[in-house]
């Protein structure tokens, strides 16, 4: 097997756990996925009650754009959705120094109002 497009884009939690809901796996052993995937949403899905759209994860992208993080930072945070200040400093490699305190909050509330849970 030969690879074509090797690391063309980063895929979020979000965005797994909606390709495998239309695949059917919310319907258990009755739905249209394979046992693999069934395990991929049982282990993502408490994750998320509420999955968030395409377009609300491109809309927290396109919010943190102007924070200025590296890709894995901000696939961190659409993945873990901190809600806590502890939560972001582990999300962010050298949050404090980075970031102000106002600019962390800020972080928070996007994430809230974004891809809340």
Known sequence: MKVLDANVSLVSNPEV?????????????????????????AALSPFFPVIPTRDQVQAFYDAVKSYKLDKASVLQLINLAPTSLVELFLVIPDCESRLTEAQ?????DLTKQYLSR
Do not use: F, I
């Not at 809901?21 to 991929?40: D, M, T």
């Not at 962390?104 to 928070?108: A, G, V």
């Open 104 to 108: 962390q909050q800020e972080l928070l």
């Open 17 to 41: 756990l909606q390709l495998l809901h239309e695949r059917g796996c919310h319907l258990g052993p009755v739905g249209n996925s394979l046992p693999a995937e069934q395990k991929a949403y």
